[in-house]
Structure formats: C-alpha cells, structure tokens
C-alpha cells in the first residue's frame, strides 16, 4: 500500500498492511539543516519529506501546509517586520512561522480606531523554536481593539498553493487542511494563558462574544474549501492539555465549535482532527461526545497521562483513531536505544488489541535532541510489529 492509502485505511477503520508510521519530524529537521547537523544519509535533503521518504515512513504533513490558510484583514491597518539576528544562513521555518536568513525576531501591529496592538515572536536557537515574546492582548482595557481586530479579520484559502503541497507528497502521504483553532487557543495566541484565563473568569460575557466572532469566521472557512476534492483530512491547530484546556474551558470555548466543525466535516465522509499537546485524559470524553475523530499526538506516560490502549474508551468510540506514542522521552533514549526502543514499541502496539484506527506517530512532535539513528529503530519496530494483514 502507498502511504495515502496506509493513512486513510487508518482513519476509515480497514485494514492497511502495517500500521502507519508518520514521524512529525519538521522542528527536527530544520533544527538540523540550519545548524548544518543533518546526519550524512540525508544531508543532501531540502525538505522534511525528503527525510520522512528516506526514513521509511509515512508523511502526514500540517506544518508548511498551514500556510495555505491566510488571514486577511478587512479593517484597520496591519504590518509586520523581521528583526533580530541568528546565524543561519537559509530561512529558519518553525511550527508557526517563516524567518528570513539571519533573523530571529517577527514584530506585528494592527491599528484601528480603537488603539494599536502589537505582537512579537521570537526564535532561540536553545529551544530550536520560536515563542509569542509579546502577546497582542496586555490588558482588560483593550478589549475594544482586540473585538475590532477579530472583527476585522478574515481566513482565506489558497487552493493552488495546498495544491501544490498535495503534488509534493503525492502518493506517499496525506496533506491536512488547517481550520485555524478553537475560540480558546486564539484567546491563548492573543492574551497568552494566564491572561486569557483570568479574562474568561472576570469577564465571561465579553469572552463569549468574542468566541462567537472567531467561531463564526472559522466556520466559514470551512465551509468555503470543504467540498474540495483534495481537502480530506481537516486540522484545528490546538495545543490540546488539560492544564491549559480544563474541562470547564474546553465546554465554553471548544465544545460548540469542534462539534459544528465535525459535522460539516463527516457529512462529506472526510474526518476532524485537532491537535494535541501533553495530558489529555480528562478531555477524552469531552472530544468524543464532539465527534472529533482523532487527537493528534496522544501522549504516554510518564509525559502525558494515558496510555494509548485506554484513549478509545475514554474517548466512547471505537472509531475513534489514535495517533501517538513516539513522545519526547522516548525519542531521546541514549543507553541501549535499538533494545529499548524495539520493546517499547512492541508493547504499545499489542496493547492496542484492534490494530485498525491506530497511527504510531510522534507525540505532538520530534524533539531535536532525537539522534537519527532512534528513528530508523522506531520505524524498524513499527515495521516489525505493526503488520496488520
């Protein structure tokens, strides 16, 4: 079977000849290549896809391809600017933006009638990623600006360039559409968590009418590309953990939106998936009786908080698809890492019982401290014990 087919039999719940392998290995990878670390079999690679094929395994692809959903601005004035410095010399791509050659900073404004609000990512080379260093929501008191930036804003599509992200992986894979997120992560993205969550507590009514403008706006984003023939797979970009998502959060800013989203999506046979960052145990109720047909990146303990044996029945649907298991400490074994890492993976996989609706991934993602040699042993097991048929 090809990689599509492998991915999509996964999903639909038939039965592929080996459990998919999809190693979310895009932070890894540009790690490497700017830092000029890329081990020899793929030093020659331009691209994550080039490392996956090379790797054996199967692509399942949201980073570049996000950037065919674009937001637009209808009001107000937007600009943005690189600054900073780094030290290498090809463009840096991280999970949430595109730096040229030798900057480290991304420095956003929105004015409007109501004041001006300011954004500024930053990338360090320690963490090999880059953070909101200041979030655009600072205080209660601009909360006229930040409506009127919502208001404002709008998601376009481009379809010739998730097209073109569609030719690159061909047959060997699956390109997810991004739906940008839930009312809660944009709440996150624009106040940071300690802010946002303070904002929903003192102010609900406000919160939820700001919910409403981002729901309303994401909804038809979806509606607009959702009869695409090539938009099979539809991704909300969430960073799903209970410590940031709890359950009374996730009720009030997820719950309604993941629900209509997951409707429009299955009355076109295609699936939901939202992504997923560390503890998710109490949320697994909460996400199946929202028809979301797969977390993306289930994390095991000790990381996380479940096994991925139990994910089906918290979750209440045996349809439902578990991606995961290949977590951050598990990726960094060092001491008799091929043993380790081939017993590990076996045990996982007979845990599952039913093999169908399971991908073996990276948990959320691949850390860059992952030698390339753990990889190989990781797809060698998957490849070892996941036969399905």
């Known amino acids: 079977m090809t990689g599509r087919e492998r991915i999509l039999a996964a999903f639909r719940g038939e039965e592929p000849d080996f459990i998919p392998f999809t190693p979310n ?129 709008e998601y376009a599509f481009d379809a010739g360039d998730f097209q073109n992200w569609v030719q690159r992986v061909g047959n060997d894979g699956l390109v997810m559409v991004h739906l940008t997120q839930s009312a809660l992560k944009t709440f996150h993205w624009l106040a940071g968590p300690e802010n946002a969550s303070l904002f929903m507590l003192d102010h609900p009514e406000e919160m939820q009418a700001l919910a409403r403008i981002h729901e309303k706006k994401a909804l038809a984003l979806l509606e607009s590309i959702v009869d695409n023939p090539l938009a099979e797979i539809f991704m909300s970009l969430d960073n799903l953990d209970s410590v940031f998502y709890p359950p009374y959060f996730y009720k009030d800013y997820c719950q309604d939106f993941f629900s209509q989203a997951a409707d429009i999506i299955h009355r076109r046979g295609k ?79 007979e845990s599952m019982g039913d093999k169908r609706h399971f991908i073996f991934a990276s948990s959320c993602n691949t850390s860059y401290l992952a030698p390339w040699e753990n990889l190989k042993y990781f797809r060698d097991a998957a490849r070892a014990y996941g036969r399905v048929k």
């Open 271 to 349: 699936f939901f998936v939202v992504h997923a960052c560390g503890h998710s145990r109490v949320l697994l109720p909460l996400v199946g009786a929202s028809h979301v047909d797969c977390l993306e990146g289930i994390t095991p303990r000790p990381l996380g908080d479940v096994e991925l044996s139990e994910v089906r029945g918290l979750a209440g649907s045996e349809t439902f698809t578990v991606d995961g298991g290949m977590d951050a400490h598990r990726q960094e074994t060092r001491h008799d890492a091929e043993k380790t890492l081939h017993e590990y993976t076996r045990r996982l996989i």
């Open 25 to 153: 290995i895009w932070q890894w990878f540009y790690y490497h290549q700017t830092h000029h670390s890329l081990p020899a079999e793929i030093a020659k690679a331009r691209h994550p896809f080039d490392a996956i094929r090379q790797l054996g395994g199967d692509i399942l692809a949201r980073w570049d391809t996000q950037h065919s959903t674009r937001t637009v601005y209808t009001a107000g004035e937007f600009s943005e600017e690189y600054a900073g410095s780094g030290d290498w010399d090809e463009p840096m791509v991280t999970s949430f933006n595109l730096y040229p050659p030798h900057k480290s900073q991304l420095r956003r404004k929105f004015a409007c009638p109501e004041g001006a609000l300011t954004q500024t990512w930053e990338y360090t080379r320690e963490a090999g990623a880059d953070f909101e260093a200041e979030h655009w929501w600072k205080s209660w008191d601009q909360y006229p600006a930040v409506r009127y930036m919502l208001e404002a804003r």
